[in-house]
Protein backbone atom coordinates (compact mmCIF):
# COMPACT_ATOMS: atom_id res chain seq x y z
CA UNK A 1 0.00 0.00 0.00
CA UNK A 2 1.46 3.41 -0.81
CA UNK A 3 1.21 6.14 2.08
CA UNK A 4 1.43 9.74 1.57
CA UNK A 5 4.27 10.86 3.85
CA UNK A 6 4.99 14.60 5.02
CA UNK A 7 6.56 16.80 7.32
CA UNK A 8 6.45 20.29 8.68
CA UNK A 9 8.80 22.15 11.09
CA UNK A 10 7.90 24.55 13.22
CA UNK A 11 9.92 26.99 15.19
CA UNK A 12 7.62 26.51 18.53
CA UNK A 13 4.63 24.52 18.81
CA UNK A 14 2.01 23.95 21.62
CA UNK A 15 2.35 20.20 22.47
CA UNK A 16 0.34 18.20 25.25
CA UNK A 17 3.02 18.68 27.28
CA UNK A 18 3.16 22.35 26.49
CA UNK A 19 4.92 24.64 24.49
CA UNK A 20 8.61 23.27 22.74
CA UNK A 21 10.84 24.95 20.03
CA UNK A 22 12.50 23.08 17.19
CA UNK A 23 9.37 20.87 16.39
CA UNK A 24 9.19 18.17 13.26
CA UNK A 25 6.43 16.69 12.95
CA UNK A 26 5.55 13.92 10.45
CA UNK A 27 2.35 12.82 8.46
CA UNK A 28 1.41 9.60 7.32
CA UNK A 29 -1.79 9.51 5.24
CA UNK A 30 -3.51 12.58 7.30
CA UNK A 31 -2.44 10.94 10.85
CA UNK A 32 0.42 12.64 12.89
CA UNK A 33 3.13 9.60 13.24
CA UNK A 34 5.98 11.34 14.90
CA UNK A 35 6.49 14.87 17.10
CA UNK A 36 10.16 15.66 17.59
CA UNK A 37 11.17 18.13 19.79
CA UNK A 38 14.58 19.99 19.47
CA UNK A 39 15.19 19.35 16.26
CA UNK A 40 16.47 21.02 13.29
CA UNK A 41 14.02 21.31 10.02
CA UNK A 42 15.26 18.36 6.88
CA UNK A 43 15.18 19.35 3.54
CA UNK A 44 11.84 19.32 2.13
CA UNK A 45 10.31 20.34 5.19
CA UNK A 46 7.54 22.78 5.33
CA UNK A 47 8.82 25.53 7.45
CA UNK A 48 6.16 27.66 9.78
CA UNK A 49 6.32 30.25 12.60
CA UNK A 50 3.68 28.87 15.32
CA UNK A 51 2.25 25.50 15.37
CA UNK A 52 -0.96 24.56 17.19
CA UNK A 53 -3.76 21.93 17.14
CA UNK A 54 -6.60 23.23 14.91
CA UNK A 55 -10.36 23.24 16.28
CA UNK A 56 -13.35 21.84 15.02
CA UNK A 57 -15.78 24.29 14.09
CA UNK A 58 -18.89 22.55 16.93
CA UNK A 59 -21.65 24.10 15.54
CA UNK A 60 -22.78 25.62 12.12
CA UNK A 61 -26.07 26.40 9.99
CA UNK A 62 -24.09 26.65 6.60
CA UNK A 63 -26.74 28.19 4.46
CA UNK A 64 -27.31 30.88 7.11
CA UNK A 65 -23.89 32.45 6.16
CA UNK A 66 -25.96 34.13 3.07
CA UNK A 67 -28.41 36.32 5.47
CA UNK A 68 -25.55 37.24 7.09
CA UNK A 69 -26.10 41.65 7.18
CA UNK A 70 -29.86 40.99 6.21
CA UNK A 71 -31.56 41.27 9.41
CA UNK A 72 -30.26 44.27 11.27
CA UNK A 73 -33.45 46.39 10.60
CA UNK A 74 -36.00 46.20 13.50
CA UNK A 75 -39.17 44.75 12.29
CA UNK A 76 -42.53 45.68 13.12
CA UNK A 77 -42.77 44.56 16.96
CA UNK A 78 -41.53 47.01 19.77
CA UNK A 79 -38.35 44.86 20.21
CA UNK A 80 -36.55 42.64 17.62
CA UNK A 81 -35.72 39.52 19.27
CA UNK A 82 -34.42 35.95 18.23
CA UNK A 83 -37.95 35.13 17.20
CA UNK A 84 -38.45 37.70 14.57
CA UNK A 85 -34.82 36.76 13.54
CA UNK A 86 -36.26 33.24 12.87
CA UNK A 87 -39.21 34.37 10.90
CA UNK A 88 -36.78 36.25 8.28
CA UNK A 89 -34.65 33.42 7.91
CA UNK A 90 -37.70 30.50 7.16
CA UNK A 91 -39.09 33.53 4.33
CA UNK A 92 -35.62 33.64 3.49
CA UNK A 93 -34.65 30.14 3.20
CA UNK A 94 -37.92 29.16 0.82
CA UNK A 95 -35.48 30.52 -2.03
CA UNK A 96 -32.93 28.16 -1.45
CA UNK A 97 -32.13 25.59 -4.26
CA UNK A 98 -29.71 22.87 -3.44
CA UNK A 99 -27.49 24.65 -5.96
CA UNK A 100 -27.52 27.38 -3.74
CA UNK A 101 -26.74 25.49 -0.50
CA UNK A 102 -23.71 23.30 -2.27
CA UNK A 103 -22.42 26.75 -3.27
CA UNK A 104 -23.18 28.44 0.14
CA UNK A 105 -21.53 25.50 2.03
CA UNK A 106 -18.71 25.55 -0.18
CA UNK A 107 -17.46 28.88 0.79
CA UNK A 108 -18.52 28.79 4.38
CA UNK A 109 -16.09 26.21 4.57
CA UNK A 110 -13.13 27.95 2.72
CA UNK A 111 -13.98 30.99 5.71
CA UNK A 112 -14.16 28.40 8.23
CA UNK A 113 -10.62 26.66 7.04
CA UNK A 114 -9.26 30.33 6.66
CA UNK A 115 -10.27 30.79 9.91
CA UNK A 116 -7.82 28.55 11.25
CA UNK A 117 -10.60 25.49 12.16
CA UNK A 118 -10.02 22.14 10.73
CA UNK A 119 -13.74 21.25 9.75
CA UNK A 120 -16.98 21.73 10.92
CA UNK A 121 -19.75 19.78 12.64
CA UNK A 122 -22.65 20.77 10.50
CA UNK A 123 -26.18 21.03 12.22
CA UNK A 124 -28.29 19.67 8.91
CA UNK A 125 -31.64 20.54 9.29
CA UNK A 126 -32.92 21.65 5.51
CA UNK A 127 -33.97 18.47 3.81
CA UNK A 128 -36.43 19.10 1.68
CA UNK A 129 -38.47 21.31 -0.58
CA UNK A 130 -39.76 24.56 0.08
CA UNK A 131 -43.31 22.96 0.95
CA UNK A 132 -42.01 20.59 2.63
CA UNK A 133 -42.36 17.53 -0.40
CA UNK A 134 -39.48 15.61 0.17
CA UNK A 135 -36.37 15.55 -2.95
CA UNK A 136 -36.22 12.27 -5.04
CA UNK A 137 -33.55 11.00 -3.03
CA UNK A 138 -34.12 11.83 0.91
CA UNK A 139 -30.28 12.48 1.86
CA UNK A 140 -30.49 15.59 -1.53
CA UNK A 141 -29.30 18.38 0.44
CA UNK A 142 -26.67 16.34 2.31
CA UNK A 143 -25.32 14.62 -1.20
CA UNK A 144 -24.85 18.89 -1.53
CA UNK A 145 -23.11 19.32 2.02
CA UNK A 146 -20.52 16.43 1.04
CA UNK A 147 -20.31 17.59 -2.50
CA UNK A 148 -18.75 20.99 -1.10
CA UNK A 149 -16.64 19.17 1.47
CA UNK A 150 -15.13 17.25 -1.41
CA UNK A 151 -14.22 20.37 -2.74
CA UNK A 152 -13.05 22.29 0.20
CA UNK A 153 -11.06 19.27 2.14
CA UNK A 154 -12.44 20.57 5.22
CA UNK A 155 -12.75 17.83 7.77
CA UNK A 156 -16.53 17.12 8.25
CA UNK A 157 -19.05 15.41 11.00
CA UNK A 158 -22.50 15.37 9.47
CA UNK A 159 -25.30 15.81 11.76
CA UNK A 160 -28.66 15.27 9.94
CA UNK A 161 -31.63 16.70 11.82
CA UNK A 162 -34.85 15.05 13.16
CA UNK A 163 -37.56 17.96 13.50
CA UNK A 164 -40.89 16.78 13.81
CA UNK A 165 -43.26 19.77 15.63
CA UNK A 166 -43.43 23.38 15.79
CA UNK A 167 -43.58 23.65 19.46
CA UNK A 168 -43.86 21.85 22.75
CA UNK A 169 -47.82 21.66 22.02
CA UNK A 170 -47.24 19.02 19.05
CA UNK A 171 -48.30 22.26 16.65
CA UNK A 172 -47.43 21.10 13.01
CA UNK A 173 -45.24 22.44 11.15
CA UNK A 174 -45.57 25.97 8.92
CA UNK A 175 -43.96 28.27 6.64
CA UNK A 176 -40.26 28.01 6.00
CA UNK A 177 -40.10 24.96 8.62
CA UNK A 178 -41.46 22.63 6.26
CA UNK A 179 -38.17 22.28 4.86
CA UNK A 180 -36.96 20.42 8.02
CA UNK A 181 -39.65 18.69 9.33
CA UNK A 182 -39.70 14.24 9.07
CA UNK A 183 -41.24 11.36 11.18
CA UNK A 184 -38.96 9.30 13.12
CA UNK A 185 -39.34 6.86 10.76
CA UNK A 186 -38.47 8.54 7.69
CA UNK A 187 -35.99 10.14 9.42
CA UNK A 188 -34.13 7.04 10.31
CA UNK A 189 -33.75 6.65 6.37
CA UNK A 190 -32.84 9.64 5.83
CA UNK A 191 -29.99 9.66 8.16
CA UNK A 192 -28.77 6.32 6.70
CA UNK A 193 -28.79 7.73 3.36
CA UNK A 194 -26.55 10.50 4.64
CA UNK A 195 -24.20 8.94 6.35
CA UNK A 196 -23.64 6.72 3.70
CA UNK A 197 -23.01 9.91 0.89
CA UNK A 198 -20.48 10.61 3.99
CA UNK A 199 -18.75 7.28 3.11
CA UNK A 200 -17.44 8.83 -0.02
CA UNK A 201 -15.19 11.65 1.84
CA UNK A 202 -11.48 10.94 3.12
CA UNK A 203 -11.17 8.83 6.16
CA UNK A 204 -11.33 11.51 8.37
CA UNK A 205 -15.17 12.12 7.90
CA UNK A 206 -17.47 11.40 10.67
CA UNK A 207 -21.07 11.61 11.08
CA UNK A 208 -24.14 11.98 14.02
CA UNK A 209 -27.65 13.01 14.62
CA UNK A 210 -29.58 16.13 16.11
CA UNK A 211 -32.63 16.33 17.68
CA UNK A 212 -33.16 19.49 16.80
CA UNK A 213 -33.84 20.56 20.32
CA UNK A 214 -36.75 20.28 23.10
CA UNK A 215 -39.14 22.35 20.94
CA UNK A 216 -38.98 20.37 17.91
CA UNK A 217 -39.19 17.16 19.03
CA UNK A 218 -41.39 14.54 20.99
CA UNK A 219 -40.10 12.69 23.23
CA UNK A 220 -40.60 9.60 21.53
CA UNK A 221 -38.73 11.18 18.56
CA UNK A 222 -36.13 12.07 20.89
CA UNK A 223 -35.53 8.54 22.52
CA UNK A 224 -35.82 7.29 18.72
CA UNK A 225 -32.89 9.57 18.09
CA UNK A 226 -30.65 8.64 20.34
CA UNK A 227 -30.95 5.25 20.24
CA UNK A 228 -30.41 5.66 16.13
CA UNK A 229 -27.31 7.44 17.12
CA UNK A 230 -25.85 4.68 18.86
CA UNK A 231 -22.37 5.27 19.77
CA UNK A 232 -21.87 8.49 17.60
CA UNK A 233 -21.91 11.99 18.64
CA UNK A 234 -25.43 13.57 19.17
CA UNK A 235 -26.11 17.28 19.24
CA UNK A 236 -28.77 19.13 20.70
CA UNK A 237 -29.99 22.97 20.84
CA UNK A 238 -30.67 23.13 24.65
CA UNK A 239 -32.30 26.49 27.13
CA UNK A 240 -30.87 29.28 24.17
CA UNK A 241 -34.04 31.93 25.16
CA UNK A 242 -36.25 32.33 28.06
CA UNK A 243 -39.18 31.82 25.23
CA UNK A 244 -37.86 28.55 24.90
CA UNK A 245 -37.57 27.93 28.70
CA UNK A 246 -40.97 29.54 29.25
CA UNK A 247 -42.57 26.80 26.57
CA UNK A 248 -40.49 23.60 28.02
CA UNK A 249 -41.49 24.54 31.90
CA UNK A 250 -45.13 25.32 30.64
CA UNK A 251 -45.39 22.02 28.84
CA UNK A 252 -43.32 19.60 30.99
CA UNK A 253 -43.16 21.01 34.93
CA UNK A 254 -39.41 21.30 34.69
CA UNK A 255 -36.58 23.41 33.27
CA UNK A 256 -34.53 22.39 29.65
CA UNK A 257 -32.06 20.73 31.34
CA UNK A 258 -33.89 19.42 34.19
CA UNK A 259 -36.35 18.09 31.55
CA UNK A 260 -33.60 16.71 29.06
CA UNK A 261 -31.90 14.97 32.46
CA UNK A 262 -34.76 12.89 33.28
CA UNK A 263 -35.74 11.59 29.97
CA UNK A 264 -32.47 10.24 28.61
CA UNK A 265 -29.10 9.86 29.45
CA UNK A 266 -26.78 12.74 28.64
CA UNK A 267 -23.21 11.49 28.38
CA UNK A 268 -19.89 12.16 26.69
CA UNK A 269 -21.44 11.95 23.18
CA UNK A 270 -23.53 14.51 23.47
CA UNK A 271 -23.07 18.21 22.63
CA UNK A 272 -25.21 20.88 23.91
CA UNK A 273 -25.64 23.81 22.19
CA UNK A 274 -25.81 27.39 23.59
CA UNK A 275 -27.02 26.95 26.90
CA UNK A 276 -27.35 30.37 27.99
CA UNK A 277 -30.14 29.98 29.91
CA UNK A 278 -29.27 27.37 32.15
CA UNK A 279 -29.54 28.16 36.06
CA UNK A 280 -26.65 26.83 38.38
CA UNK A 281 -28.53 23.27 39.17
CA UNK A 282 -28.43 22.62 35.62
CA UNK A 283 -25.24 24.12 34.89
CA UNK A 284 -23.68 21.17 37.40
CA UNK A 285 -25.79 18.36 36.30
CA UNK A 286 -24.65 18.82 32.81
CA UNK A 287 -21.18 19.54 33.29
CA UNK A 288 -20.80 16.35 35.45
CA UNK A 289 -22.73 14.29 32.55
CA UNK A 290 -19.35 14.65 30.33
CA UNK A 291 -21.68 16.38 27.74
CA UNK A 292 -19.58 19.22 25.47
CA UNK A 293 -21.25 22.99 25.48
CA UNK A 294 -21.08 23.86 22.00
CA UNK A 295 -21.23 27.77 22.56
CA UNK A 296 -21.66 30.30 19.84
CA UNK A 297 -20.25 33.57 21.31
CA UNK A 298 -20.84 35.92 18.05
CA UNK A 299 -24.10 34.61 16.64
CA UNK A 300 -25.58 34.45 20.80
CA UNK A 301 -24.53 37.63 20.88
CA UNK A 302 -26.31 39.13 17.74
CA UNK A 303 -29.47 37.09 18.47
CA UNK A 304 -29.63 38.47 22.19
CA UNK A 305 -29.66 34.81 23.37
CA UNK A 306 -27.83 35.40 26.65
CA UNK A 307 -24.11 34.70 28.36
CA UNK A 308 -23.31 31.28 28.45
CA UNK A 309 -22.00 30.78 32.19
CA UNK A 310 -18.80 29.58 31.27
CA UNK A 311 -17.08 29.98 34.74
CA UNK A 312 -19.84 28.07 36.27
CA UNK A 313 -19.48 25.53 33.92
CA UNK A 314 -15.48 24.68 34.12
CA UNK A 315 -15.67 24.54 38.21
CA UNK A 316 -17.38 21.64 37.16
CA UNK A 317 -14.78 20.49 35.04
CA UNK A 318 -17.01 21.08 31.80
CA UNK A 319 -16.05 20.90 28.20
CA UNK A 320 -16.77 23.05 25.49
CA UNK A 321 -16.14 23.85 22.16
CA UNK A 322 -17.15 27.05 19.84
CA UNK A 323 -19.07 26.92 16.83
CA UNK A 324 -20.03 29.69 14.05
CA UNK A 325 -23.57 28.62 14.02
CA UNK A 326 -25.54 31.08 11.89
CA UNK A 327 -22.12 32.44 10.96
CA UNK A 328 -22.76 36.23 11.15
CA UNK A 329 -19.45 36.67 11.50
CA UNK A 330 -16.60 33.68 11.02
CA UNK A 331 -13.36 34.54 12.97
CA UNK A 332 -12.37 32.14 15.33
CA UNK A 333 -10.26 34.29 17.67
CA UNK A 334 -13.36 36.77 17.88
CA UNK A 335 -15.18 33.54 19.05
CA UNK A 336 -13.06 32.83 21.43
CA UNK A 337 -12.32 36.32 22.76
CA UNK A 338 -16.33 36.78 22.92
CA UNK A 339 -16.83 33.99 25.07
CA UNK A 340 -14.23 35.85 27.67
CA UNK A 341 -15.10 38.85 27.69
CA UNK A 342 -19.04 38.06 28.03
CA UNK A 343 -17.99 36.67 31.35
CA UNK A 344 -15.68 39.80 32.27
CA UNK A 345 -18.82 42.48 31.44
CA UNK A 346 -21.23 40.04 33.18
CA UNK A 347 -18.59 39.91 36.55
CA UNK A 348 -16.79 43.02 36.46
CA UNK A 349 -13.76 41.38 36.38
CA UNK A 350 -10.87 40.50 34.26
CA UNK A 351 -8.70 37.14 33.22
CA UNK A 352 -12.15 35.71 34.33
CA UNK A 353 -11.24 32.00 32.87
CA UNK A 354 -7.46 31.82 33.60
CA UNK A 355 -5.68 30.03 36.35
CA UNK A 356 -3.01 30.34 38.19
CA UNK A 357 -1.11 27.89 35.36
CA UNK A 358 -2.06 28.80 32.36
CA UNK A 359 -3.11 32.35 30.90
CA UNK A 360 -6.99 32.86 29.31
CA UNK A 361 -5.34 32.16 25.89
CA UNK A 362 -4.55 29.10 27.14
CA UNK A 363 -7.60 27.93 28.75
CA UNK A 364 -10.02 28.97 25.72
CA UNK A 365 -7.52 27.48 23.45
CA UNK A 366 -6.76 23.61 25.06
CA UNK A 367 -10.63 23.56 26.12
CA UNK A 368 -12.19 23.94 22.57
CA UNK A 369 -9.28 21.49 20.77
CA UNK A 370 -10.80 19.08 23.39
CA UNK A 371 -14.07 19.96 23.56
CA UNK A 372 -14.50 19.96 19.27
CA UNK A 373 -12.90 16.78 18.81
CA UNK A 374 -15.21 15.61 20.95
CA UNK A 375 -18.25 17.08 19.80
CA UNK A 376 -16.98 16.18 15.93
CA UNK A 377 -16.11 12.38 17.20
CA UNK A 378 -13.19 12.96 15.97
CA UNK A 379 -9.61 11.63 16.84
CA UNK A 380 -8.07 15.14 16.56
CA UNK A 381 -7.12 18.11 19.27
CA UNK A 382 -3.88 18.06 19.44
CA UNK A 383 0.01 17.32 18.16
CA UNK A 384 0.51 14.16 19.07
CA UNK A 385 1.20 10.55 17.28
CA UNK A 386 -1.92 9.15 16.12
CA UNK A 387 -4.28 12.13 15.86
CA UNK A 388 -5.52 13.30 12.53
CA UNK A 389 -2.96 16.13 11.60
CA UNK A 390 -5.40 19.35 11.95
CA UNK A 391 -2.99 21.69 12.12
CA UNK A 392 -2.54 25.21 11.51
CA UNK A 393 -0.09 27.88 11.77
CA UNK A 394 0.67 31.65 12.58
CA UNK A 395 2.26 34.22 11.68
CA UNK A 396 5.52 34.44 14.02
CA UNK A 397 6.95 37.50 11.90
CA UNK A 398 4.13 39.62 12.45
CA UNK A 399 4.55 42.83 14.59
CA UNK A 400 1.83 41.60 16.76
CA UNK A 401 4.47 38.71 18.21
CA UNK A 402 7.30 40.63 18.35
CA UNK A 403 8.69 39.64 21.81
CA UNK A 404 6.32 37.48 22.82
CA UNK A 405 6.55 33.22 23.05
CA UNK A 406 4.45 30.82 25.36
CA UNK A 407 0.74 31.46 26.25
CA UNK A 408 1.55 35.21 25.38
CA UNK A 409 1.39 33.86 22.06
CA UNK A 410 -1.90 32.84 22.32
CA UNK A 411 -3.18 36.05 24.41
CA UNK A 412 -1.67 37.82 21.65
CA UNK A 413 -3.87 36.50 18.53
CA UNK A 414 -7.08 36.17 21.01
CA UNK A 415 -7.22 39.36 22.80
CA UNK A 416 -5.00 41.88 20.51
CA UNK A 417 -4.85 39.93 17.40
CA UNK A 418 -7.57 38.55 14.62
CA UNK A 419 -7.53 35.74 11.76
CA UNK A 420 -5.29 37.59 9.50
CA UNK A 421 -2.27 36.43 11.50
CA UNK A 422 -3.44 32.46 10.56
CA UNK A 423 -1.01 32.05 7.37
CA UNK A 424 -1.34 27.94 6.96
CA UNK A 425 -3.96 25.34 7.50
CA UNK A 426 -3.73 21.44 7.75
CA UNK A 427 -7.25 19.75 7.65
CA UNK A 428 -6.43 15.88 8.16
CA UNK A 429 -2.73 16.54 6.72
CA UNK A 430 -4.25 18.17 4.10
CA UNK A 431 -2.88 21.44 3.18
CA UNK A 432 -6.00 23.73 2.62
CA UNK A 433 -4.77 27.12 3.54
CA UNK A 434 -1.90 28.75 2.40
CA UNK A 435 -0.46 32.39 2.94
CA UNK A 436 -4.15 32.97 5.04
CA UNK A 437 -6.21 31.91 1.35
CA UNK A 438 -7.86 28.48 0.58
CA UNK A 439 -6.06 26.71 -2.07
CA UNK A 440 -9.65 26.87 -4.59
CA UNK A 441 -10.82 30.42 -2.65
CA UNK A 442 -11.01 31.99 -6.44
CA UNK A 443 -13.56 29.67 -8.07
CA UNK A 444 -16.02 28.59 -4.81
CA UNK A 445 -15.90 32.38 -4.35
CA UNK A 446 -16.82 33.07 -8.00
CA UNK A 447 -20.03 30.87 -7.38
CA UNK A 448 -21.34 32.10 -4.44
CA UNK A 449 -21.37 35.77 -5.65
CA UNK A 450 -23.47 34.01 -8.20
CA UNK A 451 -25.21 32.69 -5.86
CA UNK A 452 -26.29 35.57 -3.71
CA UNK A 453 -26.70 38.02 -6.58
CA UNK A 454 -29.63 35.42 -8.07
CA UNK A 455 -31.02 35.29 -4.09
CA UNK A 456 -31.00 39.18 -3.78
CA UNK A 457 -33.07 39.58 -6.83
CA UNK A 458 -35.55 37.41 -4.86
CA UNK A 459 -35.57 38.72 -1.84
Keep these: MSHSERSLWAETALLPGGWADGVRVTVVDGRIVQVRPATPPEAGDARVGVLLAAPMNAHSHAFQRAMAGLTERRGPEAQDSFWTWRDLMFRFLTQLTPDDVESI ?125 ADRPVHLHLAEQPGEVAEVLAAHGARPGEWLLDQVEVDARWTLIHCTQLMPHETQALAATGAVAGLCPLTEASLGDGIFDAVGWLAHAGRFAVGSDSHIRIALAEELRALETSQRLRDHARAVLATPAWSTGRVLYEGI ?36 SGDTLLDTWIFSGDDRLVTDVWSAG ?19 RRTIARLQDLL
Excluded: K, M
Design 430 to 448: RHVVTQGRHRDRPEIEARY
Design 369 to 404: LRGGAAAAGRASGAIAPGRWADLLALDATATAFVGR
Design 105 to 229: TAFVQVELLEAGYAGVCEFHYLHHQPDGTPYDALGELATRIVAATHRTGAGLTLLPVLYEVGGCDGRPLAGGQRRFGNSPERFARLAEEAWGCVGSLPADAGVGLAPHSLRAVTLEGLAAAVTLA
